[in-house]
């Protein structure tokens, strides 16, 4: 592989890694089975996750880890702080496990990569033999204005999985379980994007149809969703199944430390490539 195309596989896959929160799904046969319909559910079940929603978006900031697979694209793990009072901000590092991805990252000399969110922009740092292609830059600034579907990372928070089980045509709880030494309880459903119209009685009208939007653009048709919630209304873990264009996608959440103070600092103006110009000049603009 000439550098050139080795320098546009690396920025591919950092662009896929930012999107990995809203990733594009498809219905396959592969996908959880679409639930008829949103069934009834219990008074108390529907109050507990809009508990759970308002003290999880209230925290905000926590400290997370998490696995993702998208089908043979990629698996990766992934740690670190993420806050969310106004804009998401925070710092994550990612280590790939497998897939393309993991292949393209070892070209590059490094199989994990540091990434920033601020309110205008997502980084990833890449290795110094990507940089040796961009005038020793490390740093690539991907504006959320740049790149369809990516300002979608913007309202990627933990409480948006618990937005998505409310809106569960099959939601129901399924008992206590431990988490990591932790007490919680366990909620699972499936939500289909086709049945999320009219019906504002567990989520008002207006967050029905930004959800219903969000999924929309990100390709989403159906996703199981479970979830893991403490004494304390809280978010613990969650897991989100569902189908892709290159195969099966999974991911799996750990959130802990609610609160944490999260400082993510610009990265440095002369080690940061702009992904807009980068392509621009490979294309010879």
Same mark, same amino acid.
């Given at each position: ?6 320098? #546009? ?11 990995? !929160? ?24 529907? @109050?507990?996750?809009?508990?759970? @929603? ?91 204005? @740049? ?9 990627? $928070? ?19 379980? #431990? ?24 989520? !008002? ?6 959800l219903r939007e969000q999924l929309t653009r990100a390709g989403v048709t159906s996703e199981r969703v479970d979830i893991w919630v403490d004494g304390r209304d ?37 080690? $940061? ?9 490979? @294309?010879? #603009?």
């Open positions: 592989m000439n550098s050139t195309r080795l320098r #546009r596989s690396a920025l591919g896959t950092a662009v896929a890694v930012a999107l990995t !929160g809203a990733v594009a799904c498809t219905s396959t046969d592969d996908a959880p089975d679409r639930p008829d319909g949103v069934r009834s559910a219990p008074p108390a079940l529907i @109050d507990a996750l809009r508990r759970a @929603d308002r003290a999880t978006d209230a925290a905000d900031s926590a400290r997370v880890e998490s696995t993702t697979t998208i089908g043979s694209q990629m698996s990766l793990r992934a740690a670190g702080t993420l806050g969310w009072a106004d804009d998401v901000t925070g710092a994550l590092t990612l280590t790939y496990t497998g897939g393309t991805a993991l292949e393209t990252m070892r070209r590059l000399g490094s199989t994990s990569m540091k990434t920033r969110y601020l309110p205008d922009a997502y980084y990833a740092r890449m290795g110094d033999t990507f940089a040796s292609q961009t005038g020793g830059r490390h740093w690539i600034r991907y504006g959320y204005a @740049d790149l369809d579907g990516l300002d979608q990372v913007r309202s990627t $928070t933990p409480n948006q999985s618990v937005k998505l089980l409310l809106a569960a045509g099959d939601l129901r709880r399924v008992g206590a379980e #431990r988490v990591r030494g932790v007490d919680t309880t366990h909620y699972t459903g499936t939500v289909a994007t086709a049945d999320l119209t009219g019906d504002a009685t567990r989520l !008002g009208a207006r967050e029905l149809a930004a809280l978010l613990v873990k969650k897991a989100e199944k569902g189908s892709t264009l290159t195969g099966g996608y999974s991911q799996t959440a750990h959130y802990r430390d609610y609160g944490v103070r999260v400082s993510v600092a610009r990265p440095p103006a002369a080690d $940061t490539a702009d992904y807009k110009t980068l392509m621009d000049h490979q @294309d010879g #603009r």
